[in-house]
């Protein structure tokens, strides 16, 4: 696989897709006849391979509407190919939002308008839960009429013009209580997606901004700019637990479906079903909790009735797991690492998708060696080639087929002096 210099765009049916990867020289079988090709590489996995007109011109491939059929006469033999293409069963069809701007067409959704509103509805209700910031009793708290104040300054938006507020909260941080509500490890939030046809995804709106913060603790959140000081009424950026707070409180919101028919990873919420009929009842679950606890969405963030969803850097499907193409970018254009500190950084990114990876640790040893304290820092060959194998393996990482608890299947185990492995 490659990166070709600029993107590409390619029309397609509900909205363009663009792309800039491609792999060179793939052999494609039709029944005995091979071909090679370079196909691009687009997010989809509901269809194996696309051939295009150019490469159906030039392999002079006439197509029968009537009998369904397409016949290839090989450049080579001359012997004359027909591929018979079965009738395809009935798809619900893929529904983005960011395509649309009627949610009337949506079903099911068109029956929650109010929870998809242009803008947030002002300060959020009260809640059973509000943020806390608990700060350790080391003497940074006493009688004082000063304010507090957190450093503060606006960043540029990259893409969406404007600026961006950031707060440096890490004196506070410091001296807070920290919250040990977990998050979610990816791995298991994916393993319950066994026999998942039907996906939507829905992204709330400004998340954090949907929690009020405790009235006693509104001053701590104080921060000072050169337009003077202001302080937050609702949970900020930057603070150390608000993370883990918001993760508490969603699961409480979906308690009842969690791992039945809902995942959720902060304010990402993954709704799956078998069948249309299923999805149809719990997306409207869904949409209900959310206008029960008046959370509410960003439309052009979401999807509905999906076959495979972009989530958490993944493609699912019922297939399985994948790992989502426009997110190896990175890794394809990753230099060299020159420090520590970037090697740290590629195998973080890298190991994100480790269990795509037979034998991560193993092929990465010579990367992570340097990383121990007191190494010194040599890149050798072996290190180029850990680094350039674990860039080629990502790239051309499977399909992962989720694990059928319910059936048999085997568990595979492995240890030695320097590890512990299961698969």
């Known amino acids: 696989m490659s990166k070709l210099k600029e993107n590409y765009h390619i029309t397609a049916p509900g909205s363009p897709i663009e792309t800039s990867l491609v792999v060179t020289r793939l052999k494609l079988d039709i029944g005995t006849e091979s071909y090679t090709i370079n196909p691009m590489v687009l997010p989809h996995q509901g269809i194996d391979v696309i051939l295009g007109m150019n490469w159906m011109t030039e392999n002079n491939a006439v197509l029968d509407i009537g ?3 397409v016949q290839i006469r090989s450049s080579v033999t001359g012997k004359i190919l027909r591929v018979h293409m079965p009738n395809q069963k009935h798809i619900e069809p893929t529904v983005n939002a960011s395509e649309l701007t009627d949610i009337k067409k949506i079903p099911v959704v068109c029956e929650f308008p109010d929870v998809f509103p242009e803008e947030r509805p002002g300060l959020p209700p009260d809640r059973d839960v509000e943020f806390r910031i608990e700060l350790l009793d080391k003497g940074f708290i006493h009688p004082s009429s000063s304010p507090w104040g957190c450093p503060a300054l606006f960043v540029e938006k990259k893409d969406q013009g404007g600026k961006r507020l950031c707060i440096d909260y890490q004196p506070l941080n410091a001296v807070t209580v920290k919250n040990k509500y977990p998050l979610p490890h990816i791995d298991i939030l994916f393993d319950q997606l066994a026999g998942a046809r039907v996906f939507s995804k829905i992204d709330l709106r400004s998340g954090y901004y949907q929690i009020k913060i405790r009235d006693e603790d509104i001053p701590k959140t104080a921060f000072s700019t050169r ?22 409180m969603m699961n409480s919101v979906f308690m009842n479906e969690l791992d039945k028919f809902v995942v959720v990873f902060i304010d990402d919420i993954l709704i799956y079903s078998k069948n249309e009929e299923e999805h149809a009842k719990h997306l409207r679950i869904v949409l209900a909790r959310l206008r029960e606890h008046k959370l509410y969405t960003k439309f052009s963030k979401c999807a509905f009735w999906l076959r495979e969803v972009s989530f958490l850097g993944h493609i699912l499907s019922e297939k399985g797991v994948a790992v989502d193409p426009s997110k190896l970018e990175d890794v394809l254009n990753w230099k060299q690492p020159e420090t520590v500190t970037e090697i740290r950084s590629f195998l973080g990114l890298a190991g994100y998708y480790r269990r795509f990876i037979k034998d991560f640790s193993k092929t990465a040893k010579p990367m992570t060696s340097l990383t121990k304290k007191n190494a010194r820092y040599v890149w050798s060959p072996n290190c180029e080639e850990a680094f350039q194998t674990l860039k080629k393996l990502l790239t051309s990482a499977p399909v992962l087929a989720q694990t059928e608890v319910t059936k048999p299947f085997d568990v595979y185990c492995d240890a030695s002096g320097n590890g512990l492995s299961y698969s």
């Open 67 to 69: 009998s369904r059929t």
């Open 227 to 248: 337009y003077g000081l202001y302080e937050y009424l609702v949970m900020s950026f930057g603070l150390t637990n608000a993370p883990a707070f918001f993760m508490y």
